[in-house]
């Protein structure tokens, strides 16, 4: 059950109706372990009673397993290996809720231009993503309840995180805005031993003002260039962030400035841009200069591209199966866990030009290489498709390679798009029957 789940995932099945549909199939039951069809309804029923807790565990060990192989190595920022702490809505619905759903009141106008109110549901996770130029792993997440605060809940995830997989695991955490506070600050650097790099936004603090008045006037200590980008950086050493966090803080302040290529009419002209940032650095990251404290601080945007952009795009993270406490944090779960594996054999198994492969042949990596490691198979069928799957070169021999003539590859090519490869397979039979 949790294995059909877990696979349907991968092959990306856009509801329990289809995957039900893809239970007939002799294939999908032999590699499922179970040799019947199953409704949508006990999927529903099962996702239900799950443990969470248990799937959170699979979690631990699958990233604890790829720490260990080295494939973590690549995520590194001069040799530190950063977490983003963000809170992001999985889905929302104007009728639909339970009882961990979060609620909030929204203005709308009707087809007459009349407003009204309107009471939408949506439950909402924080998570934790261990943030890299490529890809994102999601290492926990922490469900936020009716009435909690999103600090509260990254402070649980953090504490959880630390029993789970330990203190040297991750280096540094970074943060947007709403977690600069001295209660989190001080609970994650003095309680759990990680330094914190925070983005400053608000100006009422003394901290902020403090910044922009030592900084007003002097030379950047650094100047270097990102991404065509030239970065001017000034710092103060040590400053006295709130009264709730008594320790020194670090702060980073960063102009950028680069020119953009736009239309304007007929013509095309180069237009001037300038940011400015301002990061706090809580914690012992005295060595490492502020060009990697930006370099750290931007990275933090890559979850949304590399995480969230992804799942929701191509994973359907707004799209929930069966609307019930648990088997919504349960098939997230089960969601992350095919997300991680699928990126992970792509990023450490295969070569970056191997994802020009055909969409078919890419299902067929994944669906192998995630039964072999979910079922701990020796069978000779996933021993004789890994095998197949190691031989290059791919591009130019897919076609030939899932033909009819070849049981289990059209078996994996029909499973991701039945009747559109079903009618190329037979239209390239008709060809070489004509030739």
Known sequence: MGLSLVLGEVVHVPSLLQLQAETKLPQWQRWGGYQQEISHDTFGYASARMDPARLRRAGVWICRKLKRGKAFERHKINGLLVVSLDANEQFCSDHRCCEDCLTREVTCKDARGQEFQKTP??????????SG?????????????????????????????????????????????????????????????????AVLKQERYEAHQEVLALTRGQKPTQVVEREERQVAIGEVPALRFTDTYTGPV???RVREWWTERKRFGQQWLREAKEQNWLWVVAGDLDGYGGATIRDIGHLRWKIENNAFGELTQHWRLTHCAHRHPVAAVALLWIKIIAFTLSHAFASCTANSSDWARPRSTRCASRFTALCSVARRSNSSAVRKWKQQIEQKPWPHQAASRFTASSPEGSALTWIWRPRRLESRTVARQKNHSLL
């Open 250 to 252: 670090r702060a980073v």
């Open 121 to 130: 549901y949506y439950p909402q996770q924080v998570y934790a993503p261990l």
């Open 133 to 197: 130029p490529e890809w994102s792993v999601i290492l926990d997440l922490e469900p936020l309840r009716p009435g909690a605060e999103e600090c509260a809940a990254a402070l649980r995830l953090l504490r959880r995180m630390r029993q789970q997989y330990g203190r040297r695991f991750f280096d540094v955490g970074v943060v947007d805005s709403w977690y600069a506070n001295g209660p989190f600050l001080k609970a994650v650097v003095q309680e759990l031993g990680w330094p914190v790099i």
